[in-house]
T-cell receptor, first 114, second 110 residues
Framework: GENVEQHPSTLSVQEGDSAVIKCTYS??????FPWYKQELGKGPQLIID?????GEKKDQRIAVTLNKTAKHFSLHITETQPEDSAVYFC?????????????FGSGTRLQVQP | DAGITQSPRHKVTETGTPVTLRCHQT?????MYWYRQDPGHGLRLIHY???????DKGEVSDGYSVSRSKTEDFLLTLESATSSQTSVYFC?????????FGSGTRLTVV
């Protein structure tokens, strides 16, 4: 089955700096790669996603890049703010096989220091 | 979270007792999922459902069963709770905007 590895497990940055979180996946058939943000005591929330037919996607301060050849994708957060502090999860899934289930990375705890 | 609720939010139970967690959605989505979240493991799929009475196992299904008698409700049952099932359990629905998660149930087995 699919395996998703995520690094680093913790990341501390100064407010205003950029943060990068990286994930690799094992199954070359995977074609959908979402990123989730989880705040304390809440469920994960989708913040951005990318499909395998594009290499980059941006939404304000957040961007995701995908390298299909290397089977890795990354989340980039620019101009970080204290409210960006949370746990971030990457995930991957394959084309709809009737399951549509996501395989998640182990998470990155991002701390933005004021 | 809008459209999906989990109950209870917290539960403490004794080893060997049965436990049922409930997930309720108002979005009329076909796909529903149960994940567990543990430190260092991210979220792991327990069971999922692709319709009423249609369910299947995920990667960590041992010791768990599910039922879906109505589109809106997906129940997760621990037949005989063990300490290794202490975890935070999340329900999710899959729609056009990806997954929407519930707020989670923190289960402690003592």
């Amino acid at each position: 089955g699919e395996n998703v590895e995520q690094h680093p497990s913790t990341l501390s940055v100064q407010e205003g700096d950029s943060a990068v979180i990286k994930c690799t996946y094992s199954d070359s058939a995977s074609n959908y790669f979402p990123w989730y943000k989880q705040e304390l005591g809440k469920g994960p929330q989708l913040i951005i996603d990318i499909r395998s037919n594009v290499g980059e996607k941006k939404d304000q301060r957040i961007a995701v890049t995908l390298n299909k050849t290397a089977k890795h994708f990354s989340l980039h957060i620019t101009e970080t703010q204290p409210e960006d502090s949370a746990v971030y999860f990457c995930a991957a899934s394959k084309p709809d096989t009737g399951r549509r289930a996501l395989t998640f990375g182990s998470g990155t705890r991002l701390q933005v220091q004021p | 979270d809008a459209g999906i609720t989990q109950s209870p939010r917290h539960k403490v139970t004794e080893t060997g007792t049965p436990v049922t967690l409930r997930c309720h959605q108002t979005e009329n989505h076909r796909y529903m999922y149960w994940y567990r979240q543990d430190p260092g493991h991210g979220l792991r799929l327990i069971h999922y459902s692709y319709g009423v009475k249609d369910t299947d196992k995920g990667e960590v299904s041992d010791g768990y069963s599910v039922s879906r008698s109505k589109t809106e409700d997906f129940l997760l049952t621990l037949e005989s709770a063990t300490s290794s099932q202490t975890s935070v359990y999340f329900c999710a629905i899959s729609g056009s905007r990806g997954y929407t998660f519930g707020s989670g149930t923190r289960l402690t087995v003592v």
